[in-house]
């Protein structure tokens, strides 16, 4: 599967942004998806994952409650809403997808990733 990430900006602290992930083919409701994240000269880090059918959900703990994971089968796509963003939420956001059942917070459990979308808080 091929996946395009977008919907990144400069957004102020306290603001909200939404992250789509478009993929290709028609597989995708066999893929559980998940949103990474990296910031300079720091690793990738998970941040939220949704299994293929869209009823379970995972986060980080430094997400919860400020960032909604969805997906939309029908549509190929997979979000991420963020709110109450913080300057520390600045990094490039990476969609991936696993051939399985659930998603995973290892980045290695992921086969496809999409180019990552920057996403920068600030004032």
């Known amino acids: 599967v091929q996946l395009q990430a977008s919907g990144g900006g400069l957004v102020q602290p306290g603001g909200s942004l939404r992250l789509v992930c478009e993929a290709s083919?028609?597989?995708?409701?066999?893929?559980?998806m998940g949103w990474f994240r990296q910031a300079p000269g720091k690793e990738r880090e998970f941040v939220a994952n949704?299994?293929?059918?869209?009823?379970?959900?995972n986060y980080a703990v430094f997400v919860k409650g400020r960032f909604t994971i969805s997906r939309d089968n029908a549509k190929n796509t997979v979000y991420l809403q963020m709110n109450s963003l913080i300057p520390e939420d600045t990094a490039v956001y990476y969609c991936?997808?696993?051939?399985?059942?659930?998603?995973?917070?290892?980045?290695?459990?992921?086969?496809?990733w999409g180019q990552g979308t920057l996403v920068t808080v600030s004032s």
């Open positions: 949704i299994a293929r059918r869209g009823i379970f959900t």
């Open positions: 083919g028609r597989t995708f409701s066999s893929y559980a």
């Open positions: 991936a997808a696993r051939s399985a059942a659930f998603g995973s917070t290892r980045p290695s459990d992921f086969g496809s």
